[in-house]
């Protein structure tokens, strides 16, 4: 019996696919983010100089570049995706091999588009070290860049975890406290 009712709750979890987060924490408040299901941006690996094929098909409203301060230029895609819903268009993106992460844009028909950036800006708390955001960035599958100069103890992270959006890496720094 035990059995059967795990195989039942994994099948169950599996089907349910991956949860995303349509939300972001302000002051200790869950705020809902109106999450457009067909806009993404799409950032390539670095170094991938050329639109992948997969993306020519795709209406692209805006070509980004992007470097950071390690020297590795890249390029990001504001693409229109091809379902309507949002789940599937995310695995459609990610399965593009040169794809290194794909980030919501929040908006839609009555509101303004605002692309979301793979890059976090986080403040640790008085007393907090270093090496603990570097700790928990990196068992969220991110990289603390570099310390915000001239604002100290604040950092940025960029998120390269293709299992989750920049929004749901926030959110689960938030959630360690």
Same mark, same amino acid.
């Given at each position: 019996?035990?059995?059967l009712?795990?195989?039942a709750?994994?099948?169950?979890a599996?089907?349910?696919?991956?949860?995303?987060?349509?939300?972001?924490?302000?002051?200790?408040?869950?705020?809902?983010?109106?999450?457009?299901?067909?806009?993404?941006v799409?950032?390539l690996?670095? !170094?991938?100089?050329?639109?992948?094929? @997969?993306?020519?098909?795709?209406?692209?409203?805006?070509?980004?570049?992007?470097?950071?301060?390690?020297?590795?230029? !890249?390029?990001?895609?504001?693409?229109?995706?091809?379902?309507?819903?949002?789940?599937?268009n995310?695995?459609?993106?990610?399965?593009?091999?040169?794809?290194?992460?794909?980030e919501?844009?929040? !908006?839609?028909e @009555?509101?303004?588009?605002?692309?979301?950036?793979?890059?976090?800006?986080v403040?640790?708390?008085?007393?907090?070290?270093?090496a603990l955001?570097?700790?928990?960035?990196? !068992?969220?599958?991110?990289?603390?860049?570099?310390?915000?100069?001239?604002?100290?103890?604040?950092?940025?992270?960029?998120n @390269?975890?293709?299992?989750?959006?920049?929004?749901?890496?926030?959110?689960?720094?938030? @959630?360690?406290?």
């Amino acid at each position: 019996m035990t059995l059967l009712l795990c195989i039942a709750f994994c099948c169950n979890a599996f089907a349910q696919g991956r949860q995303v987060d349509d939300f972001y924490y302000y002051r200790n408040t869950k705020v809902e983010l109106p999450v457009n299901v067909n806009q993404f941006v799409v950032y390539l690996n670095p !170094g991938i100089p050329d639109v992948p094929p @997969e993306l020519e098909g795709l209406p692209i409203l805006d070509t980004l570049y992007q470097s950071d301060r390690m020297g590795e230029p !890249g390029w990001a895609y504001h693409v229109i995706a091809p379902n309507g819903d949002l789940q599937s268009n995310i695995d459609f993106l990610l399965g593009i091999p040169e794809v290194n992460t794909v980030e919501y844009v929040i !908006g839609g028909e @009555e509101r303004e588009n605002v692309m979301v950036s793979n890059l976090l800006y986080v403040r640790l708390n008085d007393g907090d070290e270093p090496a603990l955001l570097d700790e928990v960035a990196g !068992g969220l599958g991110a990289v603390v860049l570099w310390e915000r100069e001239p604002i100290m103890g604040w950092y940025t992270v960029r998120n @390269e975890n293709r299992d989750q959006t920049s929004i749901e890496l926030a959110n689960a720094i938030w @959630e360690t406290g």
